[in-house]
């Protein structure tokens, strides 16, 4: 015990010495034990020092969290190298202890469990953290996040999403502690080691960087791929371009196409006479870049939000049954008495928070204009009951946003509920309480803009906006609130159509972003003026503009060789094909991919590029196509 109480004391006034002899100053270091194999139990646990210490780095100071196998340690555990890491401190979302076990959750990544050899160690290891903003979690001793960031704070009040903001200061997890990590996503930030499979296959090999960073060998913000200028590949030399001047340029433009909507005919002409795709990669083509007329918007919803009967011929009997699983859910809160509801406050909480939102939402629509609107009526009760389907997640703010454009298009309350409940399914991470999947789509948007215009991201960072909170909304609510009523429903089929990439809602965020950075650098906008800027936007983007620019910003990265992205931007560009390929392992069939060799060498030429379409194909990585 001697030698462990040693181990684990603080030492501030010691230095780390990694393998090049540059030192840092090591803060706090102690035994522990990572869980890379569970079920083996103590034998699937790697002995290793996890460390506390502070780097220096292009004259900054970052404190860096870091775990190192002891020697000899491989030769119980193969590969045992692989899971030393090296992070920043800013980097993790929370901290979880269970007895004398530590659960660290970065942004985008939750590391092995930490075995500490004693609860006491693993006390003191969270105490030296109070120095660095890492405090207790409300309601919960057994959690550690980081303080709020008055910025998010701000940039969710003056978006209009107050009760967003406040429902997420009383709840358990800390979102204003997790995204406060995202004001710090700098471009040295961009380039540190990325998130690691460790749950999803403990075993896989991970990249030399990883295990060079957590021995000290390199600086975790050196960039492992460059971002501009010429580009050195094993499959050649090609010149990184920027999509800036294409982007902003009307006339540029060569590649986006938009078409007229689909209409009635179109639409039947994709379903067999049972009522059966049987072109479902035409029908979402014609989606993406038409949208859908009014006369067939109905049907076409109920078809990207999987609201359809399987077959024809089983029809009434399928919304007959639907329509008794609503209403059985609709009881359970309308049988609810007065004290029974006495005695629930979080019935009591749910009431009030939609009453206040439903009668505010889009009240300067005829469908929801009045004192006495049935449709309002509706709006609540399928909120409510969409609480009691889902008590987990519950009701959050921006839920109403949502369900008011579907309601204006089925016009029918268990259609609503129904296509709302399968939307929440794809997009619940926005509104869960922990906001993970709002953190990772923050960073991947930042990683995006400082890959295609690292220059409008200079300028945010040095004007605190690095975060690019003032998206937030725009990805919480699926940009409900910045184009018009007509305009969200044809930027909706677009977006669920996911005919290039169930992502392209990112691709939306940059369109907008690259449409008006000159208007934000030209006026020198300062962090409150950026958001008084985006806010001033609501109801007036274009949806074809900005559909065109991220159709081609989508389209122009399609064509740089994935080696040179960041991990998280080559996610977003193979996504498209890979549900494609698994689909056509289930079904048997061919893919059918929107992107091909030939399309981008023909974009290529069409854009100012080398005529050669060899050289073109051979430069150039095609969404889910590795280089030969």
């Not at 860096?64 to 992070?87: I, N, R, T």
């Not at 001047?245 to 078409?259: I, W």
Request: net charge negative.
């Amino acid at each position: 015990m001697a030698d462990n109480a040693s181990r684990g004391a603080a030492v501030s006034e010691r230095a780390a010495t990694n393998e090049e002899g540059s030192t840092s100053p090591l803060l706090y270091q102690t035994h522990t034990a990572l869980d890379v194999q569970p079920r083996l139990g103590r034998k699937g646990r790697i002995p290793g020092t996890l460390r506390l210490t502070m780097q220096e780095s292009k004259g900054k100071s970052r404190t860096m969290l870091s775990w190192h196998m002891d020697e000899g340690a491989s030769d119980a555990v193969p590969s045992a190298k692989q899971y030393e890491f090296c992070h920043r401190l800013d980097s993790v979302l929370q901290l979880q202890r269970r007895g004398s076990v530590l659960i660290v959750t970065l942004r985008t990544l939750t590391l092995p469990p930490l075995h500490f050899e004693t609860t006491t160690s693993l006390k003191e290891f969270l105490s030296c953290l109070r120095p660095f903003r890492v405090c207790q979690a409300p309601n919960d001793a057994n959690t550690w996040v980081h303080e709020s960031s008055p910025k998010l704070t701000q940039s969710l009040d003056d978006l209009g999403l107050d009760s967003f903001a406040d429902t997420m200061r009383e709840a358990k997890w800390s979102l204003l502690g997790g995204l406060s990590q995202v004001t710090k996503f700098t471009r040295e930030h961009l380039f540190e080691s990325g998130p690691r499979p460790f749950l999803s296959d403990p075993m896989v090999d991970a990249p030399d960087d990883l295990a060079r960073t957590a021995s000290g060998q390199a600086d975790p913000l050196t960039p492992s791929f460059p971002c501009r200028e010429r580009t050195e590949t094993d499959i050649g030399s090609f010149d990184v371009i920027s999509p800036i001047k294409e982007l902003k340029d009307p006339a540029q433009r060569k590649t986006g196409k938009r078409t007229p909507p689909m209409t009635r005919q179109q639409f039947e002409s994709c379903f067999d006479s049972k009522g059966r795709v049987r072109d479902e990669s035409k029908l979402r083509e014609m989606l993406f870049y038409g949208g859908a007329a009014p006369e067939v918007r109905r049907d076409a919803w109920c078809f990207l939000l999987n609201h359809r009967s399987p077959s024809t011929g089983e029809t009434e009997t399928w919304r007959q049954k639907r329509c008794k699983e609503y209403e059985a859910m609709k009881t359970q809160w309308r049988t609810l008495s007065e004290d029974q509801l006495r005695h629930n406050a979080a019935w009591r909480d749910t009431f009030s928070r939609v009453a206040k939102d439903v009668r505010r939402t889009d009240r300067s629509l005829d469908f929801f204009a009045g004192e006495d609107n049935e449709n309002l009526k509706v709006l609540s009760d399928v909120l409510l009951t969409y609480c009691a389907y889902d008590a987990d997640l519950g009701y959050v703010q921006g839920m109403n946003d949502l369900l008011a454009v579907i309601l204006t298009v089925v016009e029918d309350e268990v259609d609503a509920f129904w296509c709302f409940a399968n939307l929440m399914e794809k997009m619940q991470t926005n509104f869960a309480m922990d906001q993970l999947g709002m953190t990772q789509q923050l960073e991947q948007l930042c990683s995006l803009l400082r890959f295609v215009d690292p220059e409008f991201m200079d300028y945010l960072e040095k004007h605190e906006s690095g975060g690019l909170f003032f998206c937030f909304r725009w990805m919480l609510i699926s940009f409900k609130r910045e184009f018009s009523m007509d305009g969200i429903k044809t930027l909706w089929e677009a977006l669920w159509s996911q005919w290039l990439s169930p992502e392209f809602h990112m691709f939306v965020c940059l369109a907008i972003l690259i449409q008006h950075r000159d208007d934000i650098m030209t006026a020198e906008l300062d962090f409150e003026h950026i958001l008084k800027f985006v806010n001033d936007l609501s109801g007036k983007l274009d949806p074809e503009e900005v559909l065109l620019t991220a159709e081609v910003a989508y389209q122009r990265l399609a064509e740089y060789n994935l080696k040179v992205m960041p991990e998280n931007i080559r996610v977003l560009m193979a996504t498209w094909q890979q549900r494609a390929e698994s689909q056509a392992e289930g079904q048997g069939r061919d893919t059918a991919s929107p992107m091909t060799v030939s399309s981008v060498a023909h974009s290529w030429q069409e854009l100012g590029g080398d005529s050669d379409r060899d050289s073109v194909v051979s430069d150039a990585v095609v969404v889910g196509h590795p280089p030969a």
